[in-house]
């Protein structure tokens, strides 16, 4: 099969902490093909997730390789490189094929004021009204806007398109996806300065797919969105009309889409995400939370599984501020919520998957013990064998929560316009 490098309209990216359940998450795409969508299946994993449990990118390349084999996937599929940048994207240039370039540290350094004096001579004709397809709103852009937006990203998109042909020296033109990434950092970026930043993309002459911005409110991992869901429904449906207008206009890959690193579990802006994308597609990306899925396929399977899942959360519960302060931007533990491992270690199966598992319905759920858990990976990792020879014993328990969860908390909300599990009322949403 020749393989095409270009990112189809639907694509999930999944995170798989232990290499262990490829095969369960492709099991989704290739239900999502029954039920009528060609979702592309994205394995990514970062630089950070990699050093944390020390993993290669190649194990990550192994593992979708054997999965796609296993279950006959016949459609592309791809091993992202998650969040690298010129430093520390050398161990992921062979067995990866999509690349996020992610160059949020950067923003807010100026570029030589030449460069930027240029960049307004040649893009002064985006100062103005914009009016974009689909939205009503149109897109305003002043001259003060322009210069200061060039002033904030052109250095970071310079870095880009340095990181970008470092990758292509290696890989070879068109033999890989780009993206690019802004999300992890303090501001969220307005739909005009997306379509400025794409601008300057498009002069650094980056082929990029798809690209992440920082939208408003928090993105915390593993739990719902917290923020005013009616401005993210305003601000995403611009958001698409501007990349739709610098796809015909800047003469950037029309397959160009948004990528949005959810951290998972987004649910009440599932809905928003679905129609703001359905006609231009979407790169979803999801974070590891398919571990919890094993710690909560564990907890389900009793005895030694349920066994372990408590001493993994007795660890983590001990260690937690190392744990939590990698991940403190995008996580909100309210310790007083967490359970005394004491008190854990006396539950039974369900009610350790029932404070796990997220379903925002259930009063027993935790979504404080679930962040913990979520960063807690480190304490599965130190136990290697130990812990990985219990989800190999447990693989089909494991196997149907990691499945189940993927496909009808995201991949059935996101592309199919499904109810999310905490899809939030009508009139809930209005103000
Ligand atoms: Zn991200």
């Known amino acids: 099969m020749t393989h095409s490098f270009q990112l189809g309209k639907f694509s999930i990216g999944v995170g798989d902490r232990f290499a262990h359940q490829a095969k369960a998450q492709l099991a989704t795409c290739i239900e999502a093909g029954h039920a009528g969508v060609e979702v592309i299946p994205v394995w990514n994993k970062s630089n950070r997730e990699h050093h944390i449990i020390g993993s ?58 030449a ?22 709103e149109p897109i ?50 307005t739909p005009a300065e997306l379509l400025i930043i794409l601008a300057a993309i498009a002069d650094e002459g980056i082929p990029v797919q798809t690209i992440a911005p920082k939208f408003t409110g928090r993105f915390n991992k593993g739990v719902d969105y917290v923020g005013n869901v009616t401005q993210f429904r305003r601000e995403i449906a611009l958001d698409v009309a501007a990349i739709a207008w610098a796809t015909a206009n800047l003469g950037l890959p029309k397959n160009l889409k948004l990528s949005i690193h959810s951290g998972s579990d987004k649910f009440s802006i599932y809905s928003a995400i679905h129609d703001a994308t359905k ?17 909560i396929g564990l907890a389900e399977a009793g005895g030694d599984g349920v066994a372990l899942a408590k001493e993994i959360y007795a660890e983590a519960y001990a260690h937690r501020e190392e744990l939590c302060a990698p991940y403190a931007t995008v996580i909100d533990i309210d310790p007083a919520k967490l359970p005394a ?25 935790n979504a404080s013990l ?52 905490t899809a939030v009322p009508a009139h809930a949403e209005a103000k």
């Open 279 to 295: 006609k231009s597609g979407v790169h979803l990306k999801t974070a590891g939370t398919t571990w919890l899925e094993e710690i």
């Open 56 to 113: 290669e990118p190649s194990e990550t390349r192994a593992a979708a390789d054997a999965a796609v084999k296993a279950l006959g996937w016949k459609h592309p599929y791809f091993c992202d490189a998650d969040h690298i940048n010129l430093t520390t994207v050398d161990r992921f240039l062979a067995p990866c094929d999509f690349f996020t370039i992610d160059v949020a540290d950067y923003i807010g350094k100026a570029a030589e004021s």
């Open 370 to 421: 679930r962040q913990l858990l979520h960063v807690g990976f480190k304490i599965a990792a130190k136990m290697g064998d130990k812990y990985l020879r219990l989800v190999e014993a447990n693989e089909k328990v494991i196997a149907k929560n990691v499945t189940e969860n993927l496909y009808d908390r995201h991949i059935a909300p996101v592309f199919l316009g499904k109810p999310a599990p």
């Open 140 to 189: 305003e852009i002043s001259p003060a806007l322009l210069r200061a937006t060039a002033t904030k990203f052109l250095f970071a998109v310079q870095e880009a398109g340095k990181v970008y042909r470092k990758i292509e020296a290696a890989k070879g033109k068109g033999n890989f996806i780009a993206e690019v990434s802004m999300d992890e950092t303090d501001s969220a970026q």
């Open 341 to 365: 491992p004491a008190s854990v270690n006396k539950w039974t199966s369900t009610q350790f998957t029932s404070a796990l598992r997220h379903d925002p319905h259930s009063p027993a759920y």
């Open 115 to 136: 460069t930027i004096e240029q960049f307004l001579k040649r893009r002064a004709d985006l100062a103005g009204t914009l009016r974009l397809e689909n939205v009503a």
